[in-house]
Every structure is written in C-alpha cells, then in structure tokens.
C-alpha cells in the first residue's frame, strides 16, 4: 500500500511540475471560455460526454456537433467498465443561445466475459440524454442542466441497472487553466453528491495542431448505503464504504474519489473536422477510493485485492463541428 501511495504522488508531483513548467513557456495561450456545463458522468458507465459546442451569442446562428470516440477502455469515475475490447461512443450536440441538447451513447464490441469459453457479440449498453444553459458574466461562466441515463446489461447474462438521473451545476473562469467546478446531484436511485474539480490547457503550435492538457479530482459524498442490499444487486445499495478487505459496510463513501490526467492532440486538417489522438490515465485519490474501485470491478479475479485500480487508455476522437 505504501509502495502504491509513494507511486501514485510521485506521478501526480511530475504531472504537476510539467504542467506547469508547460503552462509557463508556452508560446500561445488559447483561452478555453467553454464550460463544463455539457458534461456528465453516468452512474454506470460513460467518461465524460464530448463538450457541447461553444453557446451562440444572441443573434447568432445554433451549433452542431458530432463527435465519435474510439477508445481502448470505457473507465466511468475510476471504475473500469470494459476489458479487452475497443469501446465506440457517438455522441450528437445542439446548441443555441446557452441552451444546449446531447444524445451520448456507448457500444461496447466485446463484452468481458468471467466464462472461459464463453463470449457474447457486441452489445450497446448506454444511451444518456443532457439537456443545458449556460451563460458568461464577465470572467465567469455558469450553467445548470439535466441528465437522463438510459442503462442496459453489459451482456444478456448480466442484470439490468436502473436507469438515473442527474442535475448538475458549473462555474468555470475563463482565466489561464480555465479552472471548473461542477456538482452532480444523482436524484433517481443511486443518491450522491459527486464533485469534480477540472483544469485544462491548450497549446496552439498553429492552425491545423495543438496540444491540449487536462487534468481533474473528485469527491464523492454518498446519502445512502446499504451493505446487504448491495451485496445482492449494486443498483439498490447506494455507493457504501468499503473495509480494506473489500466488503462493503453500511457506512457512506465520502472521501476524495478518482483523478484524471489527459493529453490530447487535436488536428484540424479542414474547417469543420477536427481528429484528435488522445490519452488518458486514471488513479484512486484516497484509500477508501481504492478498496471501492476494486471491489466494484470487473470479476476478472475473485480476489478483489489484485485487481487494478489506476487505468491507462486511449484512442481517435473524430469530431465534426458547424
């Protein structure tokens, strides 16, 4: 565990003093007034929804985008979510004068099955529905919104979650690092509070490359635990705390979560098209994170102890954006 922790602050020291070091020599800043308003995290399953486009001044024509992402891994708020197998998540985004609406969607092309032998064909396990407003008071922008996540089993010999739903608030200054904070509140079945604190950088080398820093910590706050009924379906027992030998208590989680740290490089090689290589790692920000995010995932091992709980992905974002 020391050896784990010592590793752990030791990259987030090094990802820091680059950051930084980066942030200090770069040659151009491009300013990222863009809100976090249009994000959202499933309580089962998506990394964050590609950002909606830029709201439209008044008088200004709506925005569209679409944007697909080919990813190694699906990881959802350090829970890993996929194995071994190329995830395709699409995603469709109008916006005008503030408000914005986005479909989200993940296909998994390769379910992960505990079963030597046995496989299932590719299985489409999410659709999520956002609806928000954002609006810019001098260096501040805020937004609200709404989020619907339509769950289905990861394969046919998986129970169904329960479908969800968010309402979340954002304040992003539109200063260097463009610094966010959104609050998730889950309203429908899974009852927490969900923190997330995100900074990001862009790197402008000119006007078809750039390179673009991300990095976030979260903090999660349960209201409702129930250890038995969580041991016989995770929909209905609430996010508990777990013991350092894996076991859920009826205790609520509240503790730092899970961190993010992600590179990007956007290339633009027409005007409406922009392709992006990306990489992301992901890490338990606490103890209490840890023990959760390996015994909830995937049954690869019946050992909870051996399992990951720091995840390394990547993969193509294809957007195209009027």
């Known amino acids: 565990m020391k ?11 090094i990802t820091v003093a680059l950051f930084l070091l980066m942030v200090g020599i770069a040659p151009v800043l491009a300013e990222e007034a863009k809100p976090a308003a249009a994000a959202s995290d499933p309580p089962a399953g998506a990394p964050t929804l ?3 486009p830029a709201p439209a001044a008044e008088g200004e024509k709506p925005t ?11 990881v959802w708020r350090g829970y890993e979510q996929t194995r071994d197998s190329i995830v395709v998540q699409p995603s469709l985004t109008v916006g005008y004068k503030g408000f914005s609406a986005s479909l989200w969607g993940n296909l998994d092309t390769r379910p992960y099955s505990v079963t030597p032998g046995v496989s299932y064909p590719s299985t489409w396990t999410e659709t999520d ?27 046919k010999d998986a129970p169904s979650p329960l479908p969800a739903q968010e309402v979340f608030v954002s304040l992003a200054l539109n200063k260097l690092l463009t610094p966010t904070l959104t609050v998730y509140n889950e309203i429908d079945h899974y009852h927490n509070w969900y923190f997330l604190l995100g900074i990001s950088h862009t790197f402008e080398f000119n006007k078809v490359i750039s390179l673009k820093l991300a990095a976030s910590g979260s903090y999660l706050l349960s ?41 990007c490089l956007p290339i633009t090689p027409a005007k409406y098209i922009t ?7 992901t890490f338990p ?3 209490d994170a840890e ?23 990547g993969g193509l974002v294809f957007d195209i954006a009027f």
């Open 3 to 13: 050896r784990f922790m010592y590793m752990r602050n030791t990259f987030l020291t």
């Open 275 to 281: 392709i992006t290589p990306t990489i992301s790692y």
């Open 291 to 313: 023990y959760e995010i390996k015994a909830k995932g995937i049954q690869g091992t019946s050992n909870p102890g051996d399992r990951d709980s720091s995840f390394l992905y």
């Open 129 to 155: 529905f956002t609806l928000s407003y954002s609006k810019t008071f001098g260096p501040v922008t805020a937004g609200v919104g709404y989020i619907y996540y339509g769950l289905t089993a990861p394969n």
């Open 223 to 263: 209201t409702y635990a129930d250890a038995n009924l969580f041991n016989v379906n995770p929909t209905y027992g609430g996010y508990p705390k777990f013991n350092d030998q894996y076991q859920a208590t009826n205790d609520k989680f509240s503790n730092f979560h899970d961190g993010i740290v992600t590179l």
């Open 64 to 74: 569209a985008d679409f944007n697909t992402a080919v990813l190694t891994k699906y």
């Open 50 to 52: 590609a950002p909606a």
């Open 285 to 287: 920000l606490s103890n």
